[in-house]
């Protein structure tokens, strides 16, 4: 008989913890670890587990939008509905800042929805980042995971729509920082980029760590 599909998503989940673990404890300083091991985490129900990965991961790069929205979520599952209040008012102020719509927004329902107030956000021009995701970068670049309002590539690091996109939202240094941090997710992932599935995963991750997930 084979396996059921809850049996199966238990075993997929429990290799990501094993994954990601080995490779936050690998290196306390990987921001990409922690936040998807506190992801996984979200998944499978262990919110106070979920709650300390991805504050590990803000303590190492306050600007990651969607970990704070993930970090509310966890805290308020876990009861903890003030500590996810005050989360979720840093973090519409950072996504905000970032240009980061979809957990700006988000998190912005969330505060609504339990009657908490919602920071009011930037100026509607903060939202041309968005649109040059499109296109070539304008004056008015910010890299969407540092937040520099400088040090862009001089050009996309690669043909198609994503290489336009990185080239439009990611500064030079958080893109040589992604280079190494792909070579240790092919490494500890055992990523195989020749088939559709490792390239598929390796680009996921690209994206959560450059901070271009919904752009």
């Known amino acids: 008989m084979p396996p059921s599909v809850a049996f199966v998503r238990t075993m997929d989940h429990e290799r990501r913890i094993q ?8 290196d306390p300083n990987n921001e990409l670890g922690h936040f998807s091991l506190g992801k996984v985490y979200c998944e499978v129900g262990r919110y106070e587990d979920a709650a ?3 504050s590990r991961a803000l303590q190492l790069n306050p600007m990651l939008s969607k970990a ?10 876990a ?22 719509r979809m957990p700006r927004d988000a998190m912005a329902d969330m505060l609504k929805s339990w009657g908490a107030p919602v920071p009011t956000f930037l100026a509607p021009a ?17 890299c969407s995971r540092c937040g520099r309002p400088d040090d862009q590539l001089p050009k996309p ?19 040589r920082e992604w280079i190494a941090m792909g070579t240790k997710v ?10 559709p599935i490792g390239q598929q995963t390796y680009d996921q991750y690209m994206m959560e760590f450059l901070q271009l997930e919904g752009r």
């Open 19 to 26: 994954q990601f673990k080995q490779m936050a404890e690998a």
């Open 126 to 142: 903060k939202a041309g980042r968005e649109e040059a995701a499109t296109g070539p970068a304008t004056a008015g670049f910010h």
């Open 157 to 175: 690091p690669f043909k198609g729509p994503v290489g336009e996109k990185i080239y439009a939202n990611v500064c030079r240094s958080c893109w």
């Open 79 to 100: 009861g903890r509905r003030q500590d996810a209040i005050d989360v979720l008012t840093r973090g519409v102020t950072v996504a905000d800042d970032q240009g980061d």
């Open 186 to 195: 092919i490494n500890e992932l055992g990523l195989v980029l020749s088939t």
């Open 68 to 77: 704070y929205q993930l970090l509310a979520e966890a805290y308020d599952r």
């Open 52 to 54: 300390k990965s991805l």
